[in-house]
Every structure is written in C-alpha cells, then in structure tokens.
C-alpha cells in the first residue's frame, strides 16, 4: 500500500533543525562501525550522509541524503514516531529480525530482515519479502560499507540516552534572562534544592545539576540539557518541541513538551472579565485609559494609572499591580481587586515550610522571594517526574510522568494538576481585594477558573 506523500519544505527544515539540535551524548564504548552507524543515523556533519542522496516518492530530485538523516523520522532509539499520519517503521535490530512474520499496522507482511534485504530496503524500497515500502521513506544510494555501519548501529540504537543525562547526572537547563533583577537569586535557591536532593542520593542515584542560560541561547541548548526550566515567565520560542519545559506562564504555542504552572496574563484578564459579570453584573470592563465617573475598569498597564482615578472599581493582574510604584497605589479608588494565580492561601502549608528551608539555605533575597518562589515551583514539579520517573529514563518517558501529576501540592502555587489535554497546572486565579488606604490585601477572595470549552 502507498501512502501519498509529499515532502514539504517545513518537513525538510524539521529534518535539519534536528540535526542541528540533536546532537546526542556521546555514549561510550560504541565500536567503530556502530560509532560510524550512529553519525549516519543521525545526519552528524561528516557522516555517510554528507555525501549520498535520497529520493523521495515521486519526486525525480535528489535530495542531499543529510536532510533526510534516519532519525527524524525513526525516532532517537529507532521505535519510530508517527506524524502527518505516516507510521515510520520500528528498526531496531531486535525488530527487523523478529523470527517471524511481521504485520505492519498498514497490513503489509514481511519476514525478518537480513543484512542483504535490509540494504536493499533502504536503497531500493523493497522490504524483506519484496513489497514495496511507502512513499514516505526515502530511497538511499549508500554504500554496502555504509549501510553495514547502519545495521551495527541498529543492534544498539535502543540503548541511546537523551541528551543532558549520564550514568551519574543529570542537567537541567535554567531559562533565566541575565539582566533579570531575580535571576541570581533563582539559581542560588536552585542549587539548594539540588543540593538537599544529592544529599539523600539525587534522582534514581543521579545527581542533579541547575544551569543558567540566556533566553537567545535556549534552542541550541536543547542537545546539552535533558530538560529546561523556564520561571521567568513563558518559554521561549524555537525550542524543539518534544524538548520538556516547565515554565511559569504557558506559551503561544503549545508543545508536547511544554507544561506551565499557572494561567497566562490573558487568562488572568478573563478571570477578571468573568468576576466583573458575577461580582458587580457588569458585562464589558472599560479601558481604565478611558474611565469615566463611576465606571469599571481594567487597568491593563501602569501607564493609565492617572486615568483610572475616577472610576469606582479597578481591576488588574497581580504583575500590573507589582509594577506600580507603591506610593501609587494610595491614589487607587477603594474598590481595587487584583487577581492573583498563585495566593498563599492556597499553597500548601508543607511547601511553604520546604520553600522557607530551601531559601534560608540559599540565603534568599527578600526582594526577589516571589520569583524563587517560582523557580523553586518550577524545580518542584520537575523533581517530582524525574522521581517517578524512575532511574530508566527518557524525555518522553518523563513527558508521561508529566502528564501523570494530579493535585500535586509540593510547589509555591495552588494545587497543580496536567493531562495529555492539559499542559497548564493551574488554571485560574484569586480575585483579591486591595486596600489603598492601609496598602494591604485581603486574606482570602474568590477563585475563578476560566470557562471550560
Ligand atoms: C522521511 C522519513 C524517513 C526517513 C528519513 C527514513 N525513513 Fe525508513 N521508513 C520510513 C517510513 C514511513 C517507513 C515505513 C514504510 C512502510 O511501512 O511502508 C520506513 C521503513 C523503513 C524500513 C523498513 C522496515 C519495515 O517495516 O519493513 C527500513 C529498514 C528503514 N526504514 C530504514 C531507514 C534508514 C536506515 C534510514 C536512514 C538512512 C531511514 N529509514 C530514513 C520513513 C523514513
């Protein structure tokens, strides 16, 4: 059976952003033909693909075989990985050589593989009982040397590792801006966390390391670290999309790998829109830039502050809020709310208690605690898959456990739950009611979580 197939160009600069950022830990102990297998499996600069082409489908070009290397499409560990709706097939030795018979999910039947049937599969699409393989692998003109290098790789594919993680480590990149006025002291409260980890064995028997690294050079990053955090707010762009991120703020563009902890600004701004119906029947929140006498207003950034004098309530995010002058604040009308995604009353009392250990250790910085906060919640739901996990450990493995935590209440927010459907931990946010005259809020107020759609 073929499966119609056109390669298009983003498939192609998939295929080459993986090698670029796909570089994989070297793993010891590799012959040389498995050694000289594994560069041409993964398209490595200098492998058997630099100079060899591949045909794709009807297309009568040639391709250079180096955008096409095996593991873009087979997978890191050859089990194969499914996309626009074509099933690449698994090519580990053990599953090529099954002694017997193999149905494909597509109904094809073949015997097992031989070193002589799986060159000629991989040059001329014929699979080990003669049937054609479909269009969406490609043709390789490689050499007999070439493709024996292939096939003693494949008997140890399955043994590669993700990047970022040894027999004794394990690296986790830390997503910090450098001129960010908390980044400092994110990493000192991580390295404790770290620290107390390793004391009482790390992961599984491995020892976990925060990095820092700058925003721009996150998406080369992703073949050093097995994982990134990201507590400044969203991760950033460009970043592979299988790579794990647990970032504060949810993304635009949503990843398998991209979990958050809390609701987006926009997603505060609607709970402020939804309170605002319930709370004071008032259908559409003005601009605090245009109030008028009387009216209620959102108050999206500092700038209208003067402008919102007149109006009766104002409304805003906690991050609007924290970035007003305190002396501001006093001119805000009596009726302020401010939704807050994660307010104390809602984390758990041992968190707070294991926050405050890690911090005394690190020696917090008081004008920071809110940003540890999050780089500690974000290493928390971390720490906790990675335990899960267990010592025999993948990145999709851990994206599983990811997906697995349910009312996980070891971070500085509200209870966190994720799915395969969810990839924000928390949803919603207090709506908080501030006091201008004693600059103080209220203890406790009403939490709004956003329509379910
Ligand atoms: C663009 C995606 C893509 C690339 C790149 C690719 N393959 Fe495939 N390959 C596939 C798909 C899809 C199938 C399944 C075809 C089918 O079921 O008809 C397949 C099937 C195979 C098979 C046949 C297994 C069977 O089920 O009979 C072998 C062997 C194979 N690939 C080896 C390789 C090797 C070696 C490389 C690198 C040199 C490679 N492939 C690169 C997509 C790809």
Redesign the pocket.
């Known amino acids: 059976m073929l499966t119609a197939f056109t390669i298009s160009p983003k498939a192609v600069a998939a295929?080459l952003a993986f090698v670029l950022l796909g570089g994989l830990q070297a793993s010891a102990d590799l012959t040389s033909a498995e050694a000289r297998g594994r560069s041409?499996?993964f398209g490595e600069k200098g492998s058997a693909?630099d100079d060899a082409t591949a045909r794709?489908g009807t297309l009568t070009t040639k391709l250079p075989?180096s955008s096409?290397?095996?593991a873009?499409?087979?997978g890191r560990t050859g089990l194969g990985k499914a996309e626009r709706g074509?099933?690449?097939?698994q090519?580990t030795r053990d599953a090529?050589t099954r002694p017997y018979t193999v149905k494909?999910a597509?109904g094809?039947k073949?015997p097992p593989?031989t070193l002589t049937s799986?060159r000629n599969?991989?040059r001329t699409g014929k699979?080990?009982g003669g049937n054609d393989?479909?269009e969406?692998?490609?043709r390789?003109n490689?050499t007999d040397k070439q493709l024996a290098d292939?096939w003693a790789f494949l008997a140890v594919v399955g043994e590669v590792t993700d990047p970022g993680i040894t027999d004794t480590a394990i690296t986790i990149g830390v997503v910090a801006d450098p001129r960010h006025p908390a980044t400092r002291s994110q990493l000192k409260v991580l390295d404790a966390l770290a620290a107390d980890i390793n004391a009482i064995g790390g992961a599984h028997g491995r020892k976990l390391k925060f990095e820092g690294l700058a925003p721009s050079a996150a998406a080369a990053a992703a073949s050093t670290y097995f994982a990134l955090i990201a507590p400044q707010g969203a991760a950033p762009a460009g970043l592979d999309p299988d790579l794990p991120v647990v970032s504060l703020l949810p993304s635009e563009t949503p990843s398998a790998g991209g979990f958050a902890l809390v609701a987006s600004e926009a997603d505060q701004v609607a709970a402020l829109r939804r309170y605002a119906v319930e709370a004071f029947e008032v259908v559409s929140l003005r601009d605090a830039c245009a109030a008028k006498k009387g009216d209620t207003v959102l108050l999206a950034s500092t700038g209208c502050l003067v402008n919102a004098r007149p109006a009766r309530r104002v409304l805003m995010t906690h991050s609007v809020f924290s970035s007003l002058p305190p002396a501001s604040r006093a001119s805000l009308p009596a009726e302020t709310y401010i939704a807050i995604a994660a307010p104390l009353g809602r984390i758990d009392p041992q968190a707070q208690a294991a926050f405050a250990g890690t911090r005394a250790k690190a020696g917090g910085d008081k004008s920071a605690i809110l940003s540890e906060a999050d780089a500690y919640s974000a290493a928390a739901v971390l720490v906790e898959s990675l335990m899960r996990a267990g010592r025999d450990i993948s990145r999709v493995g851990f994206v599983e456990k990811l997906e697995g935590l349910r009312d996980f209440s070891g971070a500085m927010t509200p209870a966190l739950s994720f799915g395969p459907n969810r990839h924000v931990g928390s949803r919603g946010a207090e709506i908080v009611r501030y006091d201008p005259a004693k600059g103080t809020l209220a203890t406790s107020g009403t939490w709004v979580e956003p329509e379910t759609r």
Request: overall charge neutral; glycine content about 0%.
């Open positions: 295929a041409a499996y693909l794709i075989a096409l290397p095996c873009s499409c087979h074509v099933q690449p097939s090519i090529l494909e597509t094809r073949r593989y799986f599969a991989v699979d080990a393989l479909s969406a692998m490609p390789f490689l292939l």
